[in-house]
Structure formats: structure tokens, C-alpha cells
């Protein structure tokens, strides 16, 4: 069974620009997560989506947004980047809105220069 | 609010050697689930472990063990003879099942095994 697989791994952008990050979950699994990893924060949830609806959002502005597809495929966008948006921006899914075990992707490393 | 702590930055050993990591948590719920996952050098966060606040009977998998104490908020993770293949970053988190499970991690500490 595939894991969990993530697009782009490695992006470089510039202040202002927005991005778009694809998560593919495991075959199956209806829920995907997404998080933030960098060496001062650690890791935070970002938001949780479950049959295309947003379930969970953490403490992040308003410039974070994501979103599921029909397919549970998910993509996370973050508009007019700023330098401390780079980082780790990890996904995983999860079979049901009631798992507790997530299968965790690659990950897509986020540079902003 | 749930909270983990995993006190210890950085661990180094050598090769052989056992290493216990520590992870102490708060939570107010009496239904929650503690995990371990590992992060070697790829980025890719692995499971390792799931334990539910009802379940205390410590575990063992292979060269792996943990023991989970309820009194003292603790969920301890022991790497048994050590391998380079172990160095990595490990987390502990909580999940609420008040909170829609989210995970709420640890710092992580840094293992790092000499040959």
C-alpha cells in the first residue's frame, strides 16, 4: 500500500508570493492533517480535513488555508509569504474523523527568501 | 490545554549502549492516547507507538520499550543496545479525544548513536 506522498518536497519562494502544497493520503484514509515543523516552534497543527470539511484549524492567520477534494486528496495554501513561514510542512492521514493513529508524509521543505 | 514535555534536547551514546527517553504530559481528559514517532534525517515522521490512558501495561517491541505511568504523567521510551540506525529525532505526543485527537507534540530530543 502507498504512504502518504507530498508535492513539491522542496520549494523556494520569495516574500509576498503565495504557494500551494498537494498531499496525497494513503488509499482509504479519509482524514488528512496538515503540520508545521521549524527548529523555534517544533511541530503545530495546522488544520484537519475530513470528507472535504474543515474539522480543526489551529492558531495560524489567516493566511494559511487548505482545503479536500472529493478524492481526500488535500492541498494547503499559504498567501503573501512571509520569511518565518519557512519550514517543514508535514501531512498525514488517517482512516476515519475518529483515528488516532496519522501516517505522516515526507513532508514539502518550505524556503522563503 | 494539553501539554508534552520532553526534557531532554539531545542524547548521545554509543553503539550498545540503552537509552531511555523521557516524555511527561498534562491533560485535564481522561481519554486521551500517547504516541511515539520517530523522524530520522529523511523529515519523515514514523509511528511507532500508540497507547491509550486506559491501557498502563507497559510494552515491547524488539530492541524497543516503553512504560507508561499514569501517577506520575509519564510515558518513558527505552532504545535497548543501541544502533547508528537509531539517531534520530524523537517526539512524543497527546491526542484529546475532547479535541477531534489533533496532536499535540513534544520538543523532541535528539538521539544520536556513535559507531
Known amino acids: 500500500k502507498a504512504g502518504v506522498t507530498q508535492t513539491p518536497r522542496y520549494l523556494i519562494k520569495t516574500r509576498g508570493q503565495q504557494v500551494t502544497l498537494s498531499c496525497s493520503p494513503i488509499?482509504?484514509?479519509?482524514?488528512v492533517s496538515w503540520y508545521q515543523q521549524t527548529p523555534g516552534q517544533g511541530l503545530q497543527f495546522l488544520f484537519e480535513y475530513f470528507s472535504e470539511t474543515q474539522r480543526n484549524k489551529g492558531n495560524f492567520p489567516g493566511r494559511f488555508s487548505g482545503r479536500q477534494f472529493s478524492n481526500s486528496r488535500s492541498e494547503m495554501n499559504v498567501s503573501t509569504l512571509e520569511l518565518g513561514d519557512s519550514a517543514l510542512y508535514l501531512c498525514?492521514?488517517?482512516?476515519?474523523?475518529?483515528?488516532?493513529?496519522?501516517?505522516f508524509g515526507p513532508g514539502t521543505r518550505l524556503t522563503v527568501t | 490545554a494539553q501539554k508534552v514535555t520532553q526534557a531532554q534536547t539531545e542524547i548521545s551514546v554509543v553503539e550498545k549502549e540503552d537509552v531511555t527517553l523521557d516524555c511527561v504530559y498534562e491533560?485535564?481528559?481522561?481519554?486521551?492516547?500517547l504516541f511515539w514517532y520517530k523522524q530520522p534525517p529523511s523529515g519523515e515522521l514514523v509511528f511507532l507507538i500508540r497507547r491509550n490512558s486506559f491501557d498502563e501495561q507497559n510494552e515491547i517491541s524488539g530492541r524497543y520499550s516503553w512504560n507508561f505511568q499514569k501517577s506520575t504523567s509519564s510515558f518513558n521510551f527505552t532504545i535497548t543496545a543501541s544502533q547508528v540506525v537509531d539517531s534520530a529525532v524523537y517526539f512524543c505526543a497527546l491526542s484529546l479525544s475532547s479535541n477531534d485527537y489533533k496532536l499535540s507534540f513534544g520538543a523532541g530530543t535528539t538521539v544520536t548513536v556513535r559507531a
Open positions: 498525514a492521514s488517517s482512516l476515519d474523523d475518529r483515528s488516532y493513529e496519522q501516517y
Open positions: 488509499s482509504g484514509h479519509r482524514s
Open positions: 491533560t485535564r481528559d481522561t481519554t486521551y492516547y
